[in-house]
């Protein structure tokens, strides 16, 4: 919430309580609250911070993209930086619709103290900024906080996060498929539980119809997140662009792990340099791995 909505906000709600209509000004900033497809900035995001083996810490970010539907390349630089240290620290450079979180991290020494790590985005002519310091109720605690998906049962907190290896990728072309092939080896936990049938009633999810006219630049349907999907029992690996100019198809977006290994294909509208990312995931903890993909121009 911008400073200008505080403001605004504030006097509308003062006068709702005595009783008087709103100004106008107010019911169109309401109103206008819109969803859009493109257009729009991203907003990284802190999410907190973790100690690390070394005594260091491990400072967490995401970031939400406010498109529906726009993806936006934003190359390290004075446009996409962390700093102290940076520009580069291993942040995306691509960057999905929506809500992605704890994407990546960034390590600082012990003796950080009170001192920020600062991720800045310009985006669509906007710039925003997440600001990371060592608050101590910000703490993320591995034995029972986010990366456990919230369970303290004695199996999540047993459970260990799957490895991941990644097969390189030689050259391709613009519209020609490539194979991307993960080796996962995970311990079983946690253990495969039965699919849950929705109640009686619940099997079709309501449809709201009618309404009024919504703007031009609004999604008329939102596409389903990446990776989501029937649900999976069992390690997985989802791929996504971590780093180049364009989206890539990957079929499937989720793969489950067979023996071992798990293969999806990759088809790329875009010549230039990417780095893929592939995410090993046994439903609580997960572990990633990039590799470095060129694509060339159509033959």
């Known amino acids: 919430m911008t400073i200008d909505m505080r403001r605004l906000m504030v006097p509308a709600a003062l006068i709702v309580l005595l009783g008087v209509a709103p100004p106008s000004s107010a019911q169109t900033e309401i109103q206008n609250d819109f969803k859009y497809n493109s257009g729009q900035d991203v907003q990284p995001v802190f999410e907190g911070w973790s100690k690390s083996a070394d ?7 995401g970031y939400l993209n406010r498109n529906w539907a726009e993806q936006l390349y934003v190359p390290v630089g004075p446009d996409n930086s ?6 580069d620290r291993g ?3 691509f960057f999905y619709t929506r809500t992605n979180r704890n994407l990546f991290t960034v390590a600082v020494p012990k003796d950080f103290g009170k001192k920020e790590v600062v991720w800045t985005i310009v985006a669509n ?11 101590p109720e910000w703490e993320i605690d591995p034995a029972g906080g986010a990366s456990l998906g919230g369970q303290q049962n004695d199996e999540a907190r047993r459970n260990k996060a799957p ?18 092939t993960a080796t996962v080896t995970d311990d079983g936990l946690p253990k495969p539980t039965p699919e849950k049938k929705a109640a009686v009633g619940q099997e079709t999810p309501a449809i709201l119809q009618g309404g009024v006219d919504a703007p031009v630049n609004v999604p008329s ?12 029992q069992g390690p997985s690996v989802i791929w996504s662009v971590w780093r180049g100019p364009a989206a890539a ?9 067979k023996d071992g290994s798990a293969q999806t294909s990759a088809v790329f509208s875009k010549p230039g340099d990417y780095v893929l990312r592939a995410r090993a995931t046994d439903r609580l903890l997960t572990t990633d791995r990039e590799v470095k993909v060129t694509v060339t121009a159509a033959r």
């Open 55 to 61: 005594g260091g810490f491990l400072m967490h970010f």
């Open 82 to 87: 962390v700093e102290p240290g940076g520009p």
């Open 91 to 93: 942040q995306p450079t």
């Open 125 to 135: 002519g906007k710039t925003q900024r997440a600001y990371g310091w060592l608050q």
């Open 163 to 180: 490895t991941i290896t990644v097969a390189n990728v030689a050259p391709i072309a613009v519209g020609a498929t490539a194979t991307l």
């Open 221 to 232: 349907v939102a596409a389903p997140p990446r990776g989501q999907g029937p649900r999976i």
């Open 249 to 257: 198809v990957f079929e499937p977006g989720t793969s489950v792990v």
